[in-house]
Each structure stands twice: as structure tokens, then as C-alpha cells.
Nanobody
Framework: QVQLVESGGGLVQPGGSLTLSCRAS????????IGWFRQAPGKERVGVSCISGNAGVTQYTDSVKGRFTVSRDNAKKTAYLQMNSLKPEDTAVYFCATTPYASCPDYLSSITFSAWGQGTQVTVSA
């Protein structure tokens, strides 16, 4: 059974940092792209970042470029989202997901992502 479990969320002050983890089980994540998405209250879920199966390609939405870094450790079956210089507008539930493809989709579309974690809350507030 494919399962993704996020962890690492929490409350942080503006300008602070958090690192989210996404632990995979039930499949070999080595070859598949992993995406990070977020959903703020009252808003639609949007793509934040993606890393290809071989980690050779990463994508970021414009609002997090230069602040967030996506990575993966296939040996640990875990993907990460390092978030620096956090802003109140980064507050959301963050989800990781996997697609049956090695490449990240265009425009961080969620259409091809078939397995999702339960999400972890990130709150940026003073």
C-alpha cells in the first residue's frame, strides 16, 4: 500500500525556518517525482515544489523561489522541503504527493499526482 507521511510542520515566527519531511512506504520512490503542495484556509491547493525521480530537476512556484529548497534521499525513502525566510502568507497545510512518472509536471499541476500524504500544518505568525 502506497503511503506518504509528512512531518515537521509547526508554528514559526516570520523570517524563521522549518524543514518538512515526506516519508514514503509501500513502493520504491526512487524513480518517481515527488511534489509539495499547500492549501491555505479558504483557498485551493497549489503546487509549491517538485523534484524529479533522479533529483536532477527541481521546480518551484515563483513565490518561494530563493527561499525553499526541495531535496530527496532515496535510501531513506524521504523527501524534504527546507523552508527559509518564512512569511505569514506561507501559512497553509502542506502536502507531499507522488506521481507515477519520473519527471515533474508542467506548471506544478497536481493532475498526475496519485498518492497523497495527510498534510502537515505550517503556521507563520508573530
Amino acid at each position: 500500500q502506497v503511503q506518504l507521511v509528512e512531518s515537521g510542520g509547526g508554528l514559526v515566527q516570520p523570517g524563521g525556518s522549518l524543514t518538512l519531511s515526506c516519508r514514503a512506504s509501500g513502493f520504491s520512490m526512487d524513480y518517481y517525482a515527488i511534489g509539495w503542495f499547500r492549501q491555505a484556509p479558504g483557498k485551493e491547493r497549489v503546487g509549491v515544489s517538485c523534484i524529479s525521480g533522479n533529483a536532477g530537476v527541481t521546480q518551484y512556484t515563483d513565490s518561494v523561489k530563493g527561499r525553499f529548497t526541495v531535496s530527496r534521499d532515496n535510501a531513506k525513502k524521504t523527501a524534504y522541503l527546507q523552508m527559509n525566510s518564512l512569511k505569514p502568507e506561507d501559512t497553509a497545510v502542506y502536502f507531499c504527493a507522488t506521481t507515477p512518472y519520473a519527471s515533474c509536471p508542467d506548471y506544478l499541476s497536481s493532475i498526475t499526482f496519485s498518492a497523497w500524504g495527510q498534510g502537515t500544518q505550517v503556521t507563520v505568525s508573530a
